[in-house]
């Protein structure tokens, strides 16, 4: 019995897989390590284990393609005259909602030159003790109380998808990348910012970042 192979069909075949396989390709790179918390005289030593959140953020350098996913709405509450967290990181186009959990009033605002805002928060029970602000620009705000000096809320926006929280440092594994050169972010309360720059493959070597902080967060 003779066998017929069509070979039109099976080059298609090929040419699908081929394909297939540079777009897992082109999106299967990563970067990964681990974040290292270090502290000096100068910085009065490390706070307690633990307390600090440390943002991992990758932006890239040649063009790669980023994709834009759906914003999303973070919550941060104030409790007993205090932000929690103290440190909140969101992508550009989230929304943040504070709720205000104490029984008594508290006047929040920003003076970001980005794009600065005020808003009074009624005691929890109560008709405005919530209020929402949406962040389409990327940057840093630094949010406080005018009733109360010691409030502090950091928050840093973003303008990319590939994001790693740690609280405390540890390990990050950013995946999903194209390949090429990119610039990565390492930011914390009470620290300064660490960029560095690398190269996203498939199975990176892992990166060992420091990051030198002076207070919790």
Excluded: K
Excluded at 50 to 75: D, N, Y
Excluded at 100 to 127: C, K, M, Q, W
Excluded at 170 to 197: H, I, K, M, Q, S
Aim: contains cysteine; aromatic residues 6%.
């Amino acid at each position: 019995m003779t066998r017929i192979i069509r070979t039109e069909g099976v080059r298609r075949g090929l040419l699908a897989g081929l394909l297939a396989a540079a777009a897992a390709t082109a999106t299967g790179a990563e970067l990964r390590g681990e974040v290292v918390l270090e502290g000096g005289a100068r910085f009065g030593g490390l706070p307690e284990a633990g307390t600090v959140t440390v943002s991992v953020a990758a932006f890239p350098l040649e063009g790669q393609p980023v994709p834009r996913p759906a914003p999303r709405t973070v919550v941060a509450l104030v409790r007993h005259r205090r932000f929690e967290p103290l440190y909140r990181v969101l992508r550009r186009g989230d929304t943040l909602v504070v709720r205000n959990a104490d029984r008594l009033y508290h006047e929040i605002f920003s003076l970001s030159t980005v794009r600065p805002f005020r808003r009074r928060l009624a005691p929890r029970g109560s008709a405005g003790a919530s209020a929402r602000f949406r962040f389409d620009e990327p940057g840093t705000w630094h949010v406080f109380c005018r009733i109360h000096a010691s409030m502090y809320l950091s928050l840093d926006v973003l303008d990319t998808p590939y994001v790693a929280v740690l609280q405390g440092g540890g390990r990050f594994r950013l995946t999903g990348l194209a390949p090429g050169r990119w610039r990565l972010r390492v930011a914390a309360v009470g620290a300064d910012t660490l960029e560095v720059e690398a190269d996203a493959v498939t199975s990176p070597p892992p990166l060992r970042l420091v990051l030198r902080v002076r207070g919790g967060g």
